[in-house]
């Protein structure tokens, strides 16, 4: 079993910045993919970005060059750096685990086994 517990999320106003944080516990040491998910007002839930073991990152077409997703195994912790946030960024992000890597699928909810219970982050203009 992998906990995660996220924290960080606020309200900004646009072209702000913000980081979040997710704070693994249990049995880590077989998670291998850690990602960031946000789900807005009337949305589904999507993938934000993604980090696992070599250095692989994978970002959303509409968050790449603003956030960073970064990884502290030592903490057993994952961050998201989000940077110039626009209200469309506005959501509840939740972290999620998983033991496989995901590849082409890893923007999908489903693939993933372990999950926060989010975070809420609202940028007003």
């Known amino acids: 079993q992998v906990q995660l517990v996220e924290s960080g999320g606020t309200s900004v106003q646009a072209g702000g910045s913000l980081t979040l944080s997710c704070a693994a516990a249990g049995d880590t040491y077989s998670t291998i993919v850690l990602a960031w998910f946000r789900q807005g007002p009337g949305k589904t839930r999507e993938g934000v970005a993604l980090?696992?073991?070599?250095?692989?990152?994978y970002y959303a077409d509409d968050v790449k060059g603003r956030f960073t997703i970064s990884r502290d195994n030592a903490k057993n912790t994952v961050y998201l750096q989000m940077d110039d946030l626009k209200p469309n960024d506005t959501a509840k992000y939740y972290c999620?685990?998983?033991?496989?890597?995901?590849?082409?699928?890893?923007?999908?909810?489903?693939?993933?086994?372990?999950w926060g219970q989010g975070t809420q982050v609202t940028v007003s203009s």
């Open positions: 999620a685990a998983d033991r496989s890597f995901p590849y082409t699928r890893w923007r999908l909810p489903s693939v993933y086994e372990y």
């Open positions: 980090i696992a073991g070599g250095g692989i990152r």
